[in-house]
């Protein structure tokens, strides 16, 4: 989760959080990454590696873009279900942890479950890990969302986004990138309830003070920004995750991404993590409209991956 968290921050090579990487650091991958979608990149440098690709929750767009990165890279890889490692049968994470770091030389992980599990399995030297989606952030999205920036915009640096919806692991990783570019602005508009985590949001607005940047929530559609250059929103039903109040849909009506939200902003375009359900956090008319760059920003999941992989293992050498 954020960086005030009293468990170590990962090492490098090792993308756990996007708290414990540095700016500069965030920069090379999205630099790299949106080099990869140019076609600028070339070459095999992860020749003769392993990576386990382990996924708890289903996933299309990241276990795929993971796969084809790591192939397109060089390297190999060992695809591991929710049922394949003696994890289910009682052994700890950390002996888990210690046989594989003897044998893969990465792990990407969707596990929806704690911080501190990717932590344990990181803790052995020799085997970089990452965070594929855990159930408080969703580092290598936001990164995807960032070099998707630097496409369609030609920067991360000023860039105003609008985000609608639960402050969930997307908004979260946003909320730990963004602001840390200069002069940017983070408007997020979350349900009553399904807001950040205060320890996000506190380490969030420590990153827009040091970079000159704007970071507000609330949780109402009042006063919206005068303008931005994206509007984002993410499905209301986040994987592996289930919400309490049975009349949630309700609560979140107000905070869909429809054309009439979307023409408050001519120039916008319009962001969604993906899967989306039509009819509920957006409409089809702007999920599949003219200003809609949602499968541009999924395809840039496997140029993000290849940038991660790349600076995480290099890193380990």
Known sequence: MAAASSVPVAQRGDLISLADLDLAQIREIVRNGAAFGR???AGEPLAGTVIGIYFRKTSTRTRTAFSAAALRLGARIIAYGPDDLQLNTGETVEDTAQVLSRMLDGLVCRTAGSTEELRALAAP???SVINAMSAHEHPTQALTDLITLQQHLGRVDGARVL???EGNSTAAALALSLPRFEGTELHLRTP???GLDPRVRSQAEQYAAESGSVLRETHDMAELPADVDIVYTTRWQTTGSTKADPDW???FQPFQVDEQLLDRYPEA???HDLPAHRGEETTAAVLD???SIAFDQAENKM?????????ALSSRT
Do not use: D
Not at 303 to 311: I, K
């Open 249 to 251: 849909r309700a609560v």
């Open 303 to 311: 140029h993000g991956a290849m940038a991660v992989l790349e600076w």
């Open 39 to 41: 076609g600028k990149r």
């Open 192 to 194: 009553p309830g399904y």
């Open 289 to 291: 409209g003219p200003r």
């Open 269 to 271: 375009r319009f962001m």
């Open 125 to 127: 030297p020799g085997m």
């Open 163 to 165: 985000y609608v919806g």
